[in-house]
């Protein structure tokens, strides 16, 4: 089946740093991708979509300047929470859609494994 | 109103029984619904789409009634490996013409010997 791999899969900053997280769709073109956070039990929370080669869709509330999304390539998302600070510790996933011939995709979203920052 | 409501559970039910999960969302013009499994500190997984007439793979069996607003989840003969969380997914049309997804908070299951 379709794989999305993310990296890294943990990562600890000092606040103010920035972090850069990936998404790759290693078996199938994604045209779009979407990047979720997930705080401890709450559900996923949809922060943006990218789509490739023009800019991301932010979720109302999302910082557009904080989280930088840059999707270049149709296999490649990435994700940099710039400047970040404690309160934006959390388990961050991506997920791709599989697009099927002539456009109709079945819906399936594809996840990555997820990634969890840890801001200092 | 939250776009995709579920009760966040948990529900603690014995090895072997059924057990059901409601969703409801509130945009009329959603076109396709999901279940999803999350186990705890991973990756959600799909479980299985909802088709209008409704549709069954073995003991899971999912329902949408779009008069009312909400799917449904039943699994019959509950296991232990299906602890989980249950996540309702909704895609709808977002503003600007794109595809959104939105999940539903999930419903804890806890099955237990």
């Known amino acids: 089946g379709a794989v999305v791999s993310q990296h890294p899969s943990w990562v600890i900053c000092k606040s103010g740093t920035s972090v850069k997280i990936e998404c790759r769709s290693l078996?199938?073109?994604?045209?779009?991708m979407f990047w979720y956070r997930q705080f401890p039990k709450q559900s996923l929370m949809l922060m943006a979509t990218?789509?490739?080669?023009?800019?991301?869709?932010?979720e109302q509330g999302v910082e557009k300047d904080k989280f930088l999304i840059n999707h270049a390539s149709l296999t490649l998302s990435t994700l940099t929470v710039t400047s970040a600070h404690p309160e934006d510790s959390s388990f961050y996933i991506c997920s791709a859609r599989h697009g099927l011939a002539g456009g109709y995709n079945t819906g399936e979203l594809f996840f990555g494994e997820g990634s969890r920052l840890t801001v200092l | 109103r939250k776009e995709v409501e579920q009760d966040p559970g948990p529900f603690n039910v014995p090895e072997g029984a059924t057990v059901a999960f409601n969703c409801t969302y509130s945009?009329?013009?959603?076109?396709?619904f999901f279940w999803y499994r999350q186990d705890c500190r991973k990756e959600p997984k799909l479980l299985m789409s909802?088709?209008?007439s409704g549709n069954e793979d073995g003991r899971f069996t999912a329902q949408l009634n779009r008069a009312s607003q909400y799917i449904s989840l039943l699994i019959r003969d509950s296991k232990l490996s299906d602890s989980a969380t249950y996540l309702c997914?909704?895609?709808?049309?977002?503003?600007?013409?794109?595809?959104?997804?939105?999940f539903g908070i999930g419903t804890k299951l806890q099955v237990i010997p």
């Open positions: 909802v088709y209008s």
């Open positions: 078996d199938f073109q994604a045209t779009t």
């Open positions: 990218s789509n490739e080669g023009s800019k991301a869709t932010y």
């Open positions: 945009n009329s013009a959603s076109q396709s």
């Open positions: 997914v909704v895609n709808m049309l977002g503003s600007g013409g794109y595809q959104k997804v939105t």
